[in-house]
């Protein structure tokens, strides 16, 4: 009797420990929205609010701070889904047409040193073509070179992408300056 007695001590006290220890985290947030008299008590501060990182990122790491959709990239977006489509179908005549002249030839030659046929068949194995169509936002263009924000498929985020004019057709060039900087370590 005396086991029981002394094990049901030690199996409630080890709970009443376990249970001080694993509480919630006590409530820093000063920010106090009171008013007190009718008067506006709120700093000009106050409606600003602080970015916190996603847990996954590394501490130090800048977290670009998503922004708002300007335009629904009235000129790109056709480009954009035209290359998913060329992509899907494996259609390198319409691969083309829509690819700059240097990314296109730039791809032809990684093709051809990998000993593959088709450049359409062989882009198609390194672009994930996504189930639904990607969504292309904030275009902005400055003569003959633009940038498209695209997210679908690979890119979870929105992720810019520049663009050229070729012969009076924008083309994509497959290059992006965010996803350049994480290729360089920047």
């Known amino acids: 009797m005396r086991k029981f007695y002394f094990g049901s001590v030690i199996i409630a006290l080890s709970s009443l420990f376990f ?15 009171s008013n007190s008299g009718g008067q506006n008590t709120s700093s000009p501060n ?13 501490a130090g790491t800048t977290v670009k701070p998503v922004e708002e959709t300007i335009n629904n990239a009235p000129t790109l977006a056709p480009v954009v889904h035209a290359y998913y ?14 690819l700059s002249a240097e990314f296109f030839a730039r791809s032809e030659k990684q093709m051809k040193e990998d000993g593959a046929k088709d450049l ?3 882009m198609a194995e390194f672009d994930t073509i996504p189930d639904k169509p990607v969504e292309v936002r904030n275009e902005k263009i400055e ?38 900087a994480v290729k360089d370590g920047k």
Do not use: H
Request: charged share 15%.
């Open 19 to 33: 249970a001080a220890c694993g509480g919630p985290a006590a409530n820093t947030n000063t920010n106090s929205n």
């Open 143 to 180: 003569g003959n070179k633009a940038v498209a924000e695209i997210k679908g498929g690979d890119y979870l985020g929105w992720t810019p992408f520049t663009f050229v004019n070729e012969g009076g057709k924008w083309k994509f060039t497959g290059g992006s300056t965010d996803l350049n």
């Open 46 to 58: 106050s409606n600003q609010q602080t970015q916190v990182a996603p847990a996954n990122v590394p």
């Open 85 to 98: 489509d060329a992509l899907k179908s494996k259609n390198t005549a319409a691969l083309r047409e829509v």
């Open 120 to 122: 359409a068949t062989y």
